[in-house]
């Protein structure tokens, strides 16, 4: 999953983008509202952190624009303002969640895995395709009963795959949800991560769920779906 984090802190930036690439997200950042409205229209970001006080355009004005601009991706706000009207301004800015500094890491990551379930038909928490298993609040994958062991890299590929069962999963997409503008990857490095998956998620399994469609991409196959 790929993140936007719009915060002006370069410390708390810093900070936050360092536990979010050990959580295996990719992370972009930006310092300011222009930059960081300019940014998220550049990407296809599964949720953008905005943070409210911002030099040059402030996190309400660029929430806005980003919604009169028809961006559906999740907006977490952060703002050192906890009054009830600051709150209720930052949702009706088209906001979807709105975090008070301070904070603790472990309630933004769960607030994230929340905004992330949002349009996902399994709301429970885990994500379950056939007998595969994956709990993103702990980073376990399980094949029916055998835990699985995944580099964080592969294991942000096939949270995407799950969260997208039976569409077709294309090259680009998935550098553009899982590399972020600082990475500098090889053109096969998606195909490699792929059959490491493989190996590890279908290859000791009757039931092959991993699908290569010729010519254009991937699928995860959900047969419950099949049928």
């Not at 936007?4 to 802190?9: F, Y």
């Not at 949720?47 to 004005?61: A, C, F, N, S, T």
């Not at 395709?129 to 029916?144: A, C, E, K, M």
């Not at 055998?146 to 997409?173: C, F, H, Q, V």
Request: proline share 4%; charged share 35%.
């Amino acid at each position: 999953m790929r993140i936007l984090l719009i915060e002006d802190n370069r410390r708390l930036s810093d900070s936050l983008r360092a536990t979010l690439l050990e959580d295996g997200y990719a992370v972009d950042t930006a310092y300011d509202g222009v930059e960081g409205e300019d940014m998220a229209l550049l990407a296809p970001y599964d949720v953008i952190i905005l943070d409210v006080m911002l030099p040059k355009r402030d996190g309400i004005e660029v929430c806005r624009s980003l919604r009169d601009q028809k961006m559906a991706a999740p907006i977490l706000m952060l703002t050192a303002r906890d009054g009830l009207d600051d709150r209720v301004l930052g949702l009706d800015s088209g906001a979807d969640d709105y975090l008070v500094k301070p904070f603790e890491v472990k309630e933004l990551r769960a607030r994230l895995r929340a905004l992330l379930r949002r349009d996902s038909v399994n709301k429970s928490g885990s994500l379950v395709i056939d007998n595969l298993r994956l709990d993103p609040s702990t980073h376990y994958v399980w094949r029916g009963e055998t835990p699985l062991d995944l580099t964080a890299k592969e294991y942000a590929l096939l949270e995407y795959m799950m969260r997208n069962p039976n569409r077709l999963i294309t090259r680009e997409m998935v550098t553009a949800h899982l590399w972020d503008y600082d990475q500098t990857i090889a053109s096969n490095v998606v195909d490699v991560y792929i059959r490491r998956l493989r190996r590890k998620v279908d290859d000791p399994y009757p039931v092959k769920l991993i699908e290569t469609v010729r010519g254009a991409g991937y699928r995860l196959r959900d047969p419950e779906k099949e049928r």
